[in-house]
């Protein structure tokens, strides 16, 4: 019986860097990107898929949109020769709302066999789409949204980004209430953060406070959740059984394998990732910029911090990796008595406000796990 698998591929083209961007990501160079369709099948075709089914593959960047429909078609027609799609796979590309307002383009897309858009909504607001760089405008982002239902797509998601450059929570309110108005199945919001090196972190101090942002974060999972949005992740929420599939795995320690530079993987107990240098890409010499086993540590350290990114937490009847969870329990009762976790059965989860001092947590616990035998 195959394997389930999920694959990435990575998309570096954008029209222009937004100012809060650190991923791996260049402005848009028509010149390359039929070299660096190439480049991503020849990839393709040189692994070794064997006994692996994919029920998910993702197409993210970058904005993979800019692409354009040949491309992108070319691409999953790559990845379905290279290894078995399974039935009913999962497969989304993710959008820029001013390349992805031609129905008749997303309708072929389609048809090629992409079944869910990820919308670079970011905000309803044109003053603070310009004050991070975006390039499209309030409208296109409703625009897209009705050319994505009328090309026949029923599996929409939305991003959005919170503690931007002057905004209050009166403003975050109206870009979660426009939002929720398009109608999507998932919504995934995100906490601003001003990266170093990034054109952001030089005006960093415009940027709302720590506690302003809190209040916008437990505004999200109380707005989202009255709107019938079920918080499955710390920053990610799904009418039900809408949850990504594909970024499931990540949070849920399954196989995975990333196409092009900058993507990572985790497959047959290693980690690794390729370099962020399309021009080695091109030339056909992409190199690791990391590789390594997954020990039992490794293991048992990222169940623990991936499963408290998840609402449903851990399980204490489904422990992995040989992990003993009575070390925890102590620690996780005084965070329940703080009104951070709770335990629900067999499981002890992170509230809204345990969320978001979830990396103190996750720290504590990590600190409190015995040597190995």
């Given at each position: 019986m195959s394997r389930a698998l999920g694959i990435y591929i990575h998309v570096p083209f954008?029209?222009?860097k937004c100012v809060y961007c650190d991923f791996?990501?260049?402005?848009?160079?028509?010149?390359?990107?039929?070299?660096?369709?190439?480049?991503?099948r020849a990839q393709l075709a040189e692994t070794d898929f064997s006994g692996y089914e994919a029920d998910t593959v993702y197409f993210g960047g970058g904005t993979p949109s800019?692409?354009?429909?040949?491309?992108?078609?070319?691409?999953?027609?790559?990845?379905?020769?290279?290894?078995?799609?399974?039935?009913?796979?999962?497969?989304t590309f993710e959008?820029?709302?001013?390349?992805?307002?031609?129905?008749?383009?997303?309708?072929?897309?389609?048809?090629?066999?992409?079944?869910?858009i990820s919308l670079g909504m970011q905000s309803a607001d044109g003053g603070e789409l310009r004050a991070i760089g975006r390039v499209h405008t309030a409208a296109q982002v409703r625009a897209a949204a009705e050319a994505a239902r009328k090309a026949g797509f029923d599996n929409l998601s939305l991003d959005l980004i919170y503690g931007l450059p002057g905004q209050d929570l009166p403003r975050w309110r109206k870009n979660?209430?426009?939002?929720?108005?398009?109608?999507?199945?998932?919504?995934?919001?995100?906490?601003?953060?001003?990266?170093?090196?990034?054109?952001?972190?030089?005006?960093?101090?415009?940027?709302?406070?720590?506690?302003?942002q809190a209040e916008m974060y437990l505004e999200t999972v109380s707005f989202l959740e009255a709107q019938g949005f079920r918080q499955y992740e710390?920053?990610?929420f799904a009418r039900p059984g809408r949850e990504s599939r594909h970024n499931l795995k990540y949070w849920t320690l399954e196989e995975y394998l990333g196409?092009?530079?900058g993507a990572h993987s985790c497959f047959q107990g290693r980690r690794f990732a390729w370099t962020r240098d399309l021009d080695a890409f091109l030339a056909g010499s992409p190199a690791r910029s990391e590789d390594y086993a997954l020990s039992r540590r490794d293991r048992q350290e990222e169940y623990l911090m991936l499963s408290l990114r998840l609402a449903r937490g851990l399980c204490l009847d489904l422990p992995r990796f040989g992990l003993d969870f009575s070390p925890f329990l102590p620690f996780l009762e005084r965070c329940e008595a703080a009104g951070y976790a709770v335990r629900r059965e067999r499981a002890w989860r992170?509230?809204?406000?345990?969320?978001?001092?979830?990396n103190q947590i996750i720290g504590e616990l990590l600190s409190l796990l015995p040597p190995l035998c």
């Open positions: 954008c029209k222009q791996y990501s260049l402005p848009r160079r028509e010149e390359d990107m039929d070299a660096y369709v190439s480049a991503l800019y692409l354009g429909l040949r491309r992108l078609a070319a691409l999953l027609e790559a990845v379905s020769a290279a290894c078995p799609i399974a039935p009913g796979a999962e497969i959008a820029n709302p001013d390349s992805a307002s031609d129905a008749g383009d997303l309708a072929a897309l389609r048809r090629a066999g992409f079944n869910r979660l209430s426009s939002a929720v108005e398009l109608a999507p199945e998932h919504l995934s919001c995100y906490g601003l953060k001003a990266e170093p090196g990034t054109p952001l972190y030089a005006r960093r101090e415009s940027l709302p406070g720590d506690e302003v710390i920053s990610n196409f092009g530079p992170l509230t809204p406000r345990g969320f978001l001092v979830s």
